[in-house]
């Protein structure tokens, strides 16, 4: 109203504008035709299975009582690529359709615009919007914007919901928010859409693996129950296989249906081979897995795609650091860290840890398939596979010599090898050991097929991670490797020192009878060669075996032999290990002599050694009735190997300490110190070591 007079709108209309003052021309857009409310979007699958939690979400987000802020609401649905995203966005509108009557909305963008900020699929996704509401389409402006606002107009004050489909960026939502009023937008993001928090009110609704109660039951309905339930463990195994990916099972499901009786099995068998399991669920192009990657990978800058391709050529299954990935990239780490941030958006890799990413097989496998598959693409990639396997072979190198610089023999075979690169504390080369101990199998493993001779340095480098995690499956495999490789390229000195690493793992079981046949043959080939320090290495193994045997005399007269092979190297940490080693058989009163030389040497800087040599002393110190003094060198022995986390060793010096408990008379000491080590036997896996000390707590003396 202004001065006294006033403006009527009767009728209908579907927008009203009201002006002051006009100058120039007043334009309102208003369809030509009446909109009828409408769902442009696709019908859900008769399979959908759980995500309910996730539906939940959604409906909270976007279904808000009336008296709150006019705004629309915004939910955007992450998750990797084949999980289930716009299945989950359809059902939700399918049952809530009901509650916008003006109208639902679909906009499927696919790759979207390019970073250019070309219109790309929302402008179509707008053009038919209006044209759908009646506009006609030569009057429907050209540009985003005007599209947009269009729209915009039209939908104020009405409820709408509107699905987009596949967002790359934060701007392609905005373009196709409706106008002011109890509107819903459901997203399915395949970008990073954080942006949008920026501007608008968003809930972001992750769709999770599938759990595997959920993934069975996604098999049963596709496939049917009878065929599913007939094979429990091998339906397990698919499930496993698949990952929770709910196309992966779809697909899956599929291939079993008409494949006769007990069929889940036999695809299982096929799947599990290396290199499998994306071609064996991509040979359909109506449903791929291979179709649905390809479309996530194509939406990558050509850096973001090369960091794709480095996850299908990192060896083995485990996760990859940051400076792994900038090593295999032969690029800088902070622009990695910049295209690792977009595949993480992506839900193609996730974080592990402190920059630290991984990718489940699906994952690898494409990004493998993909280099394979585009000649372009498989140079690109063998090169990426090169410069990562070279960086975890010098690294490993240089952190296994941190961990026992004194040990020598890779400066020996191949000299200059440790001499370079950063310095590394000993602390932190476990700590990369212990991180990387799958990768490094893995390149071993590829190594050891191409028959290189870096098989033979890596395992020689892992000593100290195999000494010290006691993983005596790893360390017989990849010995065996070196040994075999060493064989063939006649390094009968690579061999030897192969041989008695292989040994120490029958060893470690305390299968001293096959550990002492493997150290015999690598004296055998030693004493061919005559070389003194690696016959003194083997003499000493043959003499653990028999201390493990039993066989004091013999272990005592192979120690004895060994020290005076150790005397005339003129290596005083050779002498000090001859000697602590001999001082654990020979006669008490003689062995804390030896024990304590040892000791004299091994405090100048060999925190391990000491420990040990404190336990031993500590030992046979307990024999000659010192109770006092072998108490303190067993507890001095034992606080240090629990910082260095060593666990056999600390089992050892427990058993050592219930031994000084029980001849002071104190059985509960005893029992107590026992169930400690007994127990740390078990966590580590270590079961003939459990039962023995089960056997002496169940015993008289106990």
Not at 280 to 308: I, K, M, Q, W
Not at 671 to 688: F, I, K, M, T
Request: hydrophobic fraction near 40%; aromatic fraction near 6%; glycine fraction near 8%.
């Amino acid at each position: 109203m202004a001065d006294g007079h006033r403006n009527e709108n009767t009728g209908s209309a579907q927008v009203v504008a009201q002006v002051g003052t006009l100058t120039g021309d007043m334009h309102l857009h208003l369809p030509r035709r009446q909109a009828e409310p409408r769902n442009q979007v696709p019908n859900p699958t008769s399979h959908y299975t759980n995500n309910e939690r996730q539906l939940s979400e959604i409906s909270a987000a976007l279904l808000r009582p009336s008296d709150e802020e006019q705004v629309p609401a915004i939910a955007v649905i992450v998750g990797p690529p084949g999980s289930g995203k716009s299945a989950t966005g359809y059902r939700w509108v399918f049952a809530h359709s009901n509650t916008f009557p003006d109208g639902v909305f679909y906009a499927p963008l696919g790759s979207g615009p390019d970073d250019a900020g070309a219109p790309g699929a929302e402008s179509e996704a707008l053009r038919q919007f209006l044209i759908r509401v009646g506009f006609e389409p030569r009057e429907i402006p050209d540009s985003l914007a005007s599209r947009s606002a269009w729209f915009r107009e039209w939908s104020a004050g009405k409820r709408v919901a509107v699905v987009i489909d596949d967002a790359v960026r934060a701007p392609q939502v905005r373009h196709l928010l409706p106008g002011v009023g109890r509107s819903a937008v459901l997203v399915t993001s395949v970008g990073d859409l954080s942006g949008l928090r920026a501007t608008d009110q968003v809930t972001f609704v992750e769709i999770t693996p599938l759990e595997p109660e959920s993934a069975r039951e996604l098999l049963r309905r596709i496939a049917g129950a009878p065929l599913v339930d007939a094979e429990p463990a091998a339906v397990e195994e698919l499930i496993g296989l698949c990952q929770g990916s709910a196309l992966a099972l779809s697909v899956a499901a599929v291939l079993l249906v008409g494949r006769g009786e007990r069929p889940v099995a036999p695809l299982v068998a096929r799947l599990s081979r290396e290199g499998r399991l994306v071609r064996g669920l991509s040979r359909d192009p109506e449903l791929s897995v291979d179709v649905v990657f390809d479309a996530a990978a194509d939406r990558l800058s050509p850096a973001e795609h090369g960091c794709y391709l480095a996850f299908g050529q990192h060896q083995g299954d485990g996760d990859i650091s940051l400076e792994a990935l900038a090593a295999g990239l032969d690029a800088d780490p902070e622009d990695v860290e910049a295209h690792l941030d977009r595949l993480v958006a992506a839900k193609l890799v996730t974080r592990t840890g402190e920059e630290r990413y991984g990718a489940n097989r699906l994952v690898r496998e494409h990004a493998r398939r993909r280099a394979e598959l585009h000649e372009g693409r498989s140079a690109e990639a063998r090169r990426i596979r090169d410069r990562l396997a070279s960086y975890y072979r010098i690294a490993a190198v240089r952190c296994g010599h941190a961990m026992n610089p004194r040990r020598g023999w890779l400066e020996r075979f191949w000299p200059g090898l440790t001499s370079g690169g950063a310095h590394v504390e000993k602390a932190q080369a476990l700590q990369w050991l212990e991180a990387e101990r799958r990768t490094l199998r893995a390149v071993i493993d590829d190594d050891h097929r191409e028959g290189r001779v870096e098989t033979c340095v890596l395992a020689i480098a892992l000593w100290p991670l195999y000494e010290h995690s006691k993983d005596f499956a790893d360390l017989e495999e990849t010995s065996h490797y070196a040994e075999r490789l060493a064989e063939h390229r006649e390094l009968p000195l690579v061999r030897t020192l192969a041989l008695v690493q292989r040994g120490f793992a029958p060893l470690g079981r305390q299968e001293y009878a096959a550990a002492a046949e493997l150290f015999a043959q690598a004296r055998k080939l030693c004493t061919d060669h005559g070389d003194l320090e690696l016959t003194a290495t083997t003499i000493e193994s043959q003499a653990l075996a028999a201390r493990g045997l039993g066989q004091v005399v013999r272990a005592r007269e192979l120690f004895e032999e060994n020290l005076e092979l150790a005397r005339k190297s003129g290596n005083p940490q050779r002498v000090g290990v001859a000697r602590m080693h001999l001082g654990s058989v020979a006669p008490a009163s003689e062995a804390v002599l030896h024990l304590e030389e040892a000791l004299a040497w091994f405090e100048k800087g060999d925190a391990v050694n000491t420990a040990k040599t404190r336990m031993w002393l500590g030992m046979r110190l307990g024999e000659l009735g010192a109770a006092e003094a072998a108490g303190v060198a067993l507890h001095r022995a034992l606080d240090t190997m629990l910082e260095l986390r060593r666990h056999t060793d600390v089992a050892q010096i427990r058993l050592g300490l219930a031994e000084l408990a029980l001849a002071a008379g104190d059985r509960d000491e005893a029992r107590a110190q026992q169930r400690e080590a007994q127990a740390l036997y078990r966590s580590q896996g270590w079961s003939s070591q459990a039962e023995q000390v089960e056997a002496r707590l169940a015993g008289p003396e106990a």
